[in-house]
């Protein structure tokens, strides 16, 4: 079965610094997406980054950066220079055959 | 590019009647559209996935009768809450996906607050 599992309920980051937010996914298939994304107080889904799985090279888009490694199956968002407005839910989604299976959701607080 | 519209963005109505949410896409064709409902701090839980023209296929545990979800177009899908009561108030989004792009990436509406009196 396909599954996506974030193990931080929470986390906290001082603005300006870096925060790593985990995912860990099971599935079978051999190539396929990853995405993360982000649900601000607005409750708006605003995706941050995607990946591949079959580009080695981790996806960046500008300060938000994947660490995937597909054997460990493993699926994890730095955030650098972490700002007020990244403060929301972050969910990992695994996009299936028919349905995104979504991880329970990060909520990133930014301390300023 | 690739975005949905959901109407209204927020709804209060009295237990009994009957509240309808309109979801667009306004600049591709959805061949698939998704609802979903969302609990406070939770993620989001999918209500059923439409296609245009075809009915809507459920997730288990949801009431087919009480939710009823239509796809009369490739650019709108309405979700129906039939005799509405105070259990049924949360957060309702859609999201539209036109198969084309990388991963079937779904767009997601705005949501929608529903209150029941």
């Known amino acids: 079965a396909q599954t996506v599992t974030q193990s931080q309920p929470e986390m906290s980051v001082q603005e300006a610094e870096t925060v790593t937010l985990s995912c860990t996914y099971d599935?079978?298939?051999?190539?396929?997406?990853l995405f993360w994304y982000k649900q601000p107080p607005s409750r708006q889904m605003i995706l941050v980054i995607r990946?591949?799985?079959?580009?080695?090279q981790n996806a960046t888009e500008n300060r938000f950066s994947v660490n995937f490694q597909k054997a460990a199956k493993s699926f994890s968002l730095k955030i650098s220079d972490s700002q007020l407005g990244d403060a929301a839910m972050y969910f990992c989604?695994?996009?299936?055959?028919?349905?995104?299976?979504f991880g329970t959701g990060t909520r990133l607080k930014v301390l300023a | 590019g690739a975005v949905v519209s959901q109407h209204p963005s927020r709804v209060i109505c009295k237990s009994g009647t009957s509240v309808k949410i309109e979801c667009r896409s306004l600049?591709?064709?959805?061949?698939?559209m998704f609802w979903y409902r969302q609990f406070p701090k939770k993620s989001l839980m999918l209500m059923a996935t439409?296609?245009?023209?075809?009915?809507?296929?459920?997730e288990q545990g949801v009431e087919k009768d009480k939710f009823l979800i239509n796809h009369a177009s490739l650019t709108l899908s309405t979700l129906t809450v039939t005799s509405a009561h105070p259990e049924d108030s949360s957060f309702y989004i859609c999201?539209?996906?036109?198969?084309?792009?990388?991963?079937?990436?779904?767009?997601f509406g705005p949501g929608t607050r529903l209150t029941v009196l």
């Open positions: 999201s539209a996906t036109s198969g084309l792009a990388g991963g079937n990436e779904q767009f």
């Open positions: 599935t079978s298939e051999s190539d396929y997406y």
């Open positions: 990946q591949e799985a079959y580009k080695q």
């Open positions: 989604a695994y996009p299936g055959t028919y349905k995104y299976i």
């Open positions: 600049d591709f064709q959805a061949t698939t």
């Open positions: 439409s296609n245009e023209g075809s009915k809507a296929t459920y």
